[in-house]
């Protein structure tokens, strides 16, 4: 095989999966003034091997390869650096990304690593590669830069950089803001002040070229989209005039801010046209000022009661389990409270103890106990044990597979009718794992098998009312006809 003509710097990370886009990797690219025609972006997944990809990165004879390091890609990216670095000793590795820029010098990676950068890395990449290459400065000691806030309003936008492929079967990643104002305890944003803005003519600009080129899945990064409300209307405002089927839009907004004029917007979208992410995380007041998350809990769910009576907008709403100092019980009541607002998702997950997070920072309190391989989450505190976390974890896993699929609509309206959906749905969790040991890789017809099982061995119910309540579900999933009613099954 033919070797090409070197590529000086390649940017490149490990996806989570092939549909996700790197969106700081066009960031660096699209600021590398004259550098950028001498840069390539190489994206893989965490499938890949990290052997397979060390080769067809070294086939392009970097000079410099910048790579992007998150909490999912840590292992096989502590693989591809040593494999790097044991092949192409020369080679210059600059690490950037959330788990790099925080992580101290006793991570495992850090001595193949040759440069690590904390913060916003446009500039302070752009800085080094020019330095390196005209002049090849000295690496520093101590590996690291520290790259302070960018100015977002005179930074080059990186959508020109989106391919046809990427277009036609990815996420569109874009940015109209960065920066956080609030401090949760354990998210890596609450250091992301101060907030700032793109500038919107050439944003805009940018937009409609993606979608004049065929763009329709956009996801925005932006940490609170509803925080400034006359950002945030025209931004909407742009895509409702712009509409066509396909278009989707995904924002992540705080609970306990909807004023009328985002209303207005938002009941004039159709279905399957935006889904708002909105972290809740806890309704416990003790726990909310534990972690420094100040949260209007009457409003947040007065505001997601209206989203799922007048709108078509698909909530995808997040707690976290295994917060300091609360509850087994809070954390269940929580759960139903949310349940009972009917958002289509709650996504359940385990708190993770991230570099770089206050809660990372702060001394241990409450018997926090963590796992120290990534992605670093709770093993027990002094309201769980271990046995418990593990019995959470699951619970969040049966519940992407049942709550979260869309597969089971009316056992989820049946469990939100109960006293305590969280206390039955975890009698069904532990069931399940007892009866199968797996919490993956479990085929929907034998789902619905162990749901309806479960509900007659674990939950008690008669025959007839587990089948009843599975019936619509079971002929709705398309796997159920008259030769195989569900009640056979017992």
């Excluded at 001498?38 to 060390?54: G, V």
């Excluded at 954390?331 to 991230?354: T, W």
């Amino acid at each position: 095989m033919s070797s090409p003509p070197p590529t000086p710097i390649i940017l490149t990370t490990l996806n989570a999966r092939y549909r996700h886009t790197a969106f700081g990797l066009r960031c660096l690219k699209a600021n590398l003034g004259e550098l950028a025609d001498h840069c390539r972006i190489m994206e893989f997944d965490i499938h890949h091997r990290p052997l397979d990809i060390a080769e067809t990165i070294l086939h392009h004879h970097p000079v410099i390869v910048g790579i992007g390091v998150a909490v999912w890609n840590l292992e096989p990216v502590t693989q591809l650096l040593g494999l790097l670095k044991t092949l192409s000793p020369q080679t210059v590795l600059v690490l950037g990304g959330p788990e790099a820029g925080h992580a101290p010098s006793t991570a495992p990676w850090h001595t193949p690593a040759d440069l690590i950068i904390t913060g916003e890395g446009e500039v302070a990449f752009r800085d080094f590669c020019r330095e390196f290459l005209n002049n090849r400065t000295p690496l520093p000691a101590n590996k690291r830069i520290i790259a302070p806030p960018i100015d977002l309003a005179r930074s080059n936008l990186p959508y020109f950089l989106y391919d046809e492929n990427d277009l036609k079967n990815r996420f569109t990643y874009v940015e109209a803001s960065r920066g956080c104002p609030y401090g949760c305890s354990f998210c890596l944003s609450a250091d992301d002040a101060p907030i700032r803005t793109v500038s919107m003519e050439p944003f805009f600009a940018a937009m409609d070229d993606l979608l004049e080129r065929g763009a329709r899945q956009f996801k925005f990064v932006d940490r609170t989209f509803n925080l400034h409300t006359a950002t945030a209307t025209t931004i909407l405002d742009f895509f409702l005039q712009r509409w066509r089927p396909g278009l989707f839009l995904h924002f992540e907004m705080i609970p306990d801010r909807l004023p009328p004029p985002l209303k207005e917007r938002l009941i004039a979208f159709p279905k399957g046209g935006i889904q708002l992410e909105i972290g809740l995380q806890t309704f416990d007041p003790q726990t909310q000022k534990r972690i420094y998350r100040f949260q209007d809990n009457a409003e947040a769910e007065s505001n997601l009661a209206w989203l799922r009576t007048h709108t078509q907008v698909h909530l995808h709403t997040d707690l976290v389990f295994g917060l300091p100092g609360e509850s087994f019980a809070s954390m269940g009541g929580g759960f139903d409270r949310l349940l009972r607002l009917r958002p289509q998702e709650i996504q359940v997950g385990i708190l993770k103890r991230l570099h770089g997070t206050k809660l990372a920072r702060q001394e241990t309190t409450h018997a926090m106990v963590y796992n120290p391989f990534p992605p670093y989450e709770i093993l027990s505190n002094d309201q769980v044990d271990f046995a418990t976390t593990q019995r959470l974890r699951r619970f969040s896993r049966y519940w992407d597979l049942i709550g979260n699929s869309g597969r089971f609509p009316h056992f989820i309206d049946w469990l939100r009718g109960t006293p305590s959906p969280f206390a039955l749905f975890l009698q069904l969790s532990d069931w399940i794992f007892v009866t199968t040991g797996q919490t993956h890789q479990i085929a929907l017809p034998r789902l619905f098998k162990l749901v309806y099982q479960g509900l007659i061995e674990a939950v008690k119910l008669d025959p007839p009312q587990a089948h009843e309540i599975l019936e619509k579900d079971w002929y709705a999933s398309g796997h159920g006809d008259r030769h195989t009613p569900l009640g056979t099954w017992h």
